[in-house]
């Protein structure tokens, strides 16, 4: 597996933010002041704006422009004059929901949006399961299928680019230069959760549905949350205020020097190079005293546990007669991290970044007949490493489409341990430092009109999920607090089942932050996801997206568009102790308490006075569960699904999981990592 590839993402995306100096610095300045009105990124073609409310529509002119904008599902013209930065904002007021529509803004040259509907707007955001894509390092279950039908032109979407600030900016980088119409072309690499959650929306209400994704694999929640709101945590404010002090392009220009200087003894320390020249490619080099390891396959779960560094595969490859003398492509599907590839000793490709599919030529003129080896360089910075794509995709394809497959064995040798070399500089600019998210990808969005928030994170705060109970609730009210626009609905998935199953009732930090997210449903308009029964042990991001997208659209559907159907598993509300046994109130029995199997309740464990927990025999009696142990005479408190992969079955007659939940408020065992 892919060990906590939230963290892997964090650190494949600090090295990419090097990249990304020269557009901080233009997004820092601000919109440039030209003749012709410019608008932020989030107002392009094809976008959606929010039904029936005042849309806000801002940007830069010269000062002293009037800018006036007209709208063609009315004759009404609104006008604005820019202030003396050039800055103007103008409301609209927006129908019910349709289109396509053009809108004409003008300050005396006309700039015009096409394609534009009115219907729902939501923002998407969080981490690595939320940024999981339909393909690309993704690969959610029947990718290849959904994106085929994914034809749903009547839904938008917007990417956010990666991108941290130490001051909130003005504008934020999207990718194809604004809105999509929903295609297979565009939702390929779009949030798949995402996706779900607006089609199942959209087929329900028929409504227009616009998706602004923004979140980053690996991130953790105070990022996302702005510097104004984390000033009055105390564990929190002395970062920030360091955060705001900082020079970030002095910053980023030191840190892609020495960013060089450790990637060239990387180089200079790999075994697999001498003076700079790769030793280990050519066909006719002997490497009988190499390893042998089957592909696809993550190293560390196999061969090289706890290794990251260099490794080197190589595998012999026969090309027929028919092959010679034309192009030869060579799809290696995915790698973690970062590769280099040579056929016949000759460099062919080189890609970077763990969720970038791999397909290089090999051109007609080195194509002959005969056996030739195949030699990848692969790079792991943390966590998995190693080809561990789809076995389906490795493969070699003649011009005429004829197929070798490369799954099955490679030699392998190690040409280099990052142990044994200095550690990576820590002056890269990290997403995951306080509010650098907000201010880079949350702010530039605002005042934009919206409808609600989905999110999904939480597992890089699982260290400290004591303290999410307060940093999680903080967040939500500061988004809703900078939007001005009330409490708008916020839907958030819990986290899914994940790692070994425990054999006994124990501690367990992803429990104790599911706990504090289904506290956080004290907050008004807020629901939540439970998907304790669809993760996967081994994976940290599961593969079964389209469910967690189609729970979190119950809870819209249900809140926000009054469209009967059940939204919520079986929550407990009460327990009454009477002699050696407990009963759990449950509420969102819609159907009746139910295992989904038809087996015997699993998960329940109750504690006495001494705090500790043995599993409990549990019978459903009505909208009830009734629980005893012979090991807890006098029962005082009830767990369930207390664990990191809990094996757990309640349900209710909707088919919805029940939530894990606790009866005591004893110590959590992450409240010393919270700063207290």
């Known amino acids: 597996m892919i060990k906590l590839d939230g963290e892997k993402n964090d650190l494949i995306h600090m090295m990419g933010q090097l990249k990304t100096t020269l557009l901080f610095i233009v997004l820092c300045i601000g919109y440039t002041v030209q003749a012709k009105v410019k608008l932020p990124a989030v107002f392009s073609d094809n976008m959606i704006l929010q039904q029936k409310t005042n849309a806000a529509f801002w940007g830069q002119s010269e000062p002293g422009k009037t800018i006036e904008i007209g709208t063609s599902w009315n004759a009404r013209k609104y006008s604005s004059v820019a202030d003396s930065n050039g800055d103007w904002k103008i409301l609209v007021a927006t129908p019910s929901y349709g289109g396509p529509y053009t809108i004409n803004i003008s300050d005396g040259e006309p700039l015009t949006l096409k394609n534009v509907l009115i219907g729902e707007v939501w923002l998407c955001s969080g981490q690595s399961n939320m940024e999981m894509p339909l393909a690309g390092w993704g690969k959610i279950k029947d990718y290849q299928k959904e994106i085929s039908e994914a034809k749903y032109p009547n839904i938008r979407l917007l990417q956010a680019e990666h991108v941290t600030a130490n001051r909130p900016l003005k504008d934020v980088k999207v990718t194809g230069g604004g809105w999509q119409e929903c295609s297979p072309q565009s939702v390929a690499e779009f949030s798949s959760v995402a996706y779900f959650f607006a089609r199942e929306i959209y087929r329900k209400k028929g409504i227009p549905v616009g998706l602004i994704h923004t979140s980053w694999g690996g991130t953790i929640a105070e990022a996302w949350t702005s510097g104004t709101t984390l000033k009055t945590m105390p564990y929190f404010a002395e970062a920030v205020n360091r955060i705001e002090r900082t020079d970030q392009e002095k910053v980023l220009a030191n840190s892609k020097k020495a960013m060089e200087n450790w990637q060239n003894t990387v180089l200079a320390k790999d075994a697999g190079f001498e003076q700079g020249r790769p030793v280990w490619v050519a066909t006719g080099y002997d490497d009988s005293s190499w390893k042998t390891m089957a592909l696809p396959a993550l190293w560390e779960g196999t061969v090289l546990p706890a290794f990251d560094g260099v490794v080197w595969f190589r595998k012999k490859i026969s090309i027929p007669a028919s092959w010679a003398g034309k192009d030869l492509k060579i799809n290696l599907g995915t790698i973690d991290d970062d590769d280099i590839t040579f056929f016949d000793g000759v460099k062919i490709g080189e890609t970077k970044g763990f969720g970038e599919t791999r397909s290089y030529t090999v051109p007609a003129a080195q194509?002959?007949?005969?056996?030739?080896?195949?030699?990848?360089?692969?790079?792991?910075?943390?966590?998995?490493?190693?080809?561990?794509?789809?076995?389906?995709?490795?493969?070699?394809?003649?011009?005429?489409?004829?197929?070798?497959?490369?799954?099955?064995?490679?030699?392998?040798?190690?040409?280099?341990?990052?142990?044994?070399?200095?550690?990576?500089?820590?002056?890269?600019?990290?997403?995951?430092?306080?509010?650098?998210?907000?201010?880079?990808?949350?702010?530039?969005?605002?005042?934009?009109?919206?409808?609600?928030?989905?999110?999904?994170?939480?597992?890089?705060?699982?260290?400290?999920?004591?303290?999410?109970?307060?940093?999680?609730?903080?967040?939500?009210?500061?988004?809703?607090?900078?939007?001005?626009?009330?409490?708008?609905?916020?839907?958030?998935?819990?986290?899914?089942?994940?790692?070994?199953?425990?054999?006994?009732?124990?501690?367990?930090?992803?429990?104790?932050?599911?706990?504090?997210?289904?506290?956080?449903?004290?907050?008004?308009?807020?629901?939540?996801?439970?998907?304790?029964?669809?993760?996967?042990?081994?994976?940290?991001?599961?593969?079964?997206?389209?469910?967690?997208?189609?729970?979190?659209?119950?809870?819209?559907?249900?809140?926000?568009?009054?469209?009967?159907?059940?939204?919520?598993?079986?929550?407990?509300?009460?327990?009454?102790?009477?002699?050696?046994?407990?009963?759990?109130?449950?509420?969102?029995?819609?159907?009746?308490?139910?295992?989904?199997?038809?087996?015997?309740?699993?998960?329940?464990?109750?504690?006495?006075?001494?705090?500790?927990?043995?599993?409990?025999?549990?019978?459903?009696?009505?909208?009830?569960?009734?629980?005893?142990?012979?090991?807890?005479?006098?029962?005082?408190?009830?767990?369930?699904?207390?664990?990191?992969?809990?094996?757990?079955?309640?349900?209710?007659?909707?088919?919805?999981?029940?939530?894990?939940?606790?009866?005591?408020?004893?110590?959590?065992?992450?409240?010393?990592?919270?700063?207290?």
């Open 367 to 676: 194509v002959k007949a005969g056996e030739f080896v195949l030699a990848v360089r692969v790079f792991d910075l943390t966590g998995g490493g190693g080809i561990y794509g789809d076995k389906k995709v490795m493969a070699l394809s003649s011009a005429a489409g004829e197929r070798i497959s490369l799954d099955g064995d490679w030699k392998y040798k190690v040409g280099l341990h990052l142990k044994d070399i200095p550690a990576v500089p820590s002056g890269i600019e990290s997403p995951n430092r306080p509010a650098v998210l907000y201010n880079s990808m949350i702010h530039p969005f605002i005042p934009f009109a919206i409808r609600g928030a989905i999110w999904y994170q939480g597992e890089s705060n699982s260290g400290r999920a004591n303290q999410y109970r307060t940093l999680f609730p903080a967040m939500i009210t500061d988004w809703r607090k900078k939007w001005n626009i009330g409490d708008f609905p916020f839907y958030f998935v819990q986290l899914a089942n994940y790692m070994k199953t425990s054999e006994q009732p124990a501690a367990s930090a992803w429990a104790e932050l599911r706990d504090a997210q289904l506290k956080t449903l004290s907050l008004p308009n807020t629901g939540m996801s439970v998907t304790i029964d669809i993760g996967e042990g081994g994976d940290i991001h599961p593969k079964n997206k389209q469910e967690v997208g189609r729970r979190l659209a119950l809870i819209a559907l249900a809140k926000t568009y009054s469209y009967k159907t059940p939204y919520s598993g079986p929550l407990a509300i009460s327990q009454q102790v009477k002699g050696n046994s407990v009963s759990v109130n449950f509420k969102y029995t819609d159907g009746g308490l139910k295992t989904k199997d038809g087996a015997a309740l699993t998960g329940f464990a109750v504690a006495g006075a001494d705090q500790k927990f043995y599993w409990a025999d549990a019978v459903i009696k009505g909208n009830k569960v009734v629980l005893s142990s012979t090991e807890v005479p006098n029962p005082v408190a009830v767990r369930y699904a207390w664990a990191d992969n809990p094996l757990c079955n309640l349900y209710n007659g909707a088919g919805l999981p029940a939530s894990p939940f606790r009866t005591d408020n004893w110590k959590d065992t992450t409240e010393a990592k919270a700063g207290k």
